[in-house]
């Protein structure tokens, strides 16, 4: 099977497209041929070398967590009656490929009320847009502001805060970002790159930060008021935040770590929550782009240079 690979960590250009054995369902496993499979920026971060890959895996190494396809075959301990079921699933690694082996328990049959693309956008930045606003628990009246809300995960939350009550400041880098994230319902966008884009936006209640760095103090800043938080649940920019006593004094806003890690068994009950809204039209995920496999470094360059839009997809 074809699969794309990095045999040393760096720019796009070290993902390739190589000839590798096709992998053995084990135990408990299902064969999955691969319809697509989703991009998320956290690949793009540790092909690059910003953060540490989490799982400490020799290279070369196939990126890639979730995948949408069909059951080819079965491992021992699964019923061949699974074989041909349209699946929707998640891996630890390696579903940038034809064929991956998924465990049978993080492999549910595709919703049928939902498109191969819109179930890989559920899949993992769906159920975090979920847990994230469960953590937050935002209550009507409130403003939000809520980081890269052009991207996969910040589109969702975008949604699901102003369907949640909340008065919604989407903060993303360029225009298209921004247009989409008034498109779905945001009441003020800003650009977080600009100088002074602070004073444009006015106290809130929570933020969802995502960035880190500077664009994290900043957003700390607007804070305001009894219950304040700041829900952290990544860093896009690859600098952690750093908010000192003496910023955290006198604002005083609660700094809340979310992951879906912490959270492993609830992480497919978020993933059908945000499903079944969708499936009601409540949500709308956004699909970016779908390119093929072949471009899995084109797909990273976007995230890169800034211009990813929601979800992006490679397709086999
Ligand atoms: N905590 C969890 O459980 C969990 C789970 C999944 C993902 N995550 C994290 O959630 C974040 C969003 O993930 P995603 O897959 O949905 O990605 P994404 O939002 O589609 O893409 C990354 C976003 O980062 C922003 N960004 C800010 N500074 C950047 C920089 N220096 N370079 C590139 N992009 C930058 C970009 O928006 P602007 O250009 O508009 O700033 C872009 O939209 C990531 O940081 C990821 O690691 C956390």
């Known amino acids: 099977m074809r699969a794309v690979r990095y045999h040393e960590y760096g720019s796009p250009e070290v993902l390739r497209v ?44 196939t990126p890639g967590i979730e995948v949408v396809g069909t059951v080819a075959a079965v491992g021992s301990g699964v019923g061949t009656d699974r074989i041909g079921q349209r699946v929707v699933g998640t891996v630890t690694h390696g579903s940038y490929a034809e064929l991956v082996a998924v465990p049978a328990a993080a492999a549910a049959p595709l919703d049928h009320r939902l498109d191969e693309h819109r179930a890989l956008a559920l899949l993992g930045q769906g159920a975090t847009a979920v847990g994230l606003i469960r953590t937050a628990d935002i209550g009507p009246g409130e403003t939000v502001l809520v980081e890269a809300a052009g991207g996969g ?30 498109d779905l319902g945001a009441d003020v966008t800003v650009d977080y790159t600009r100088p002074g884009w602070t004073e444009e936006v006015g106290p809130v209640s929570v933020v969802f930060e ?74 709308t995920p956004v699909i970016g782009s779908v390119l093929p496999l072949t471009e899995a470094a084109t797909a990273h360059r976007a995230f890169e240079s800034r211009t990813a839009i929601g979800k992006t997809i490679l397709t086999t």
């Open 153 to 182: 995960i910040g589109s969702l939350l975008v949604q699901l805060a102003k369907r949640a009550g909340a008065r919604v400041v989407a903060g993303a880098s360029g225009s298209a970002k921004r247009q989409l994230a008034a």
């Open 18 to 61: 190589e000839e590798v054995a096709d992998p053995t369902p084990g135990e408990n496993e299902l064969l999955v041929r691969t319809a697509a499979t989703g991009v998320n920026y956290f690949e793009v971060q540790v092909r690059g070398g910003v953060v540490p890959d989490p799982l400490g895996l020799p290279l070369p190494h």
């Open 210 to 283: 995502t960035v880190g760095g500077q664009t994290a103090r900043e957003a700390y800043s607007l804070l305001t008021g009894p219950g304040a938080r700041m829900v952290i649940f990544g860093s896009a920019s690859g600098l952690p935040v750093e908010i000192g006593s003496e910023q955290l004094l006198p604002v005083g806003a609660t700094l809340i770590p979310f992951s879906l890690g912490y959270r492993p068994r609830q992480w497919p009950e978020f993933t059908r929550h945000a499903e079944e809204l969708t499936a009601r039209g409540e949500i």
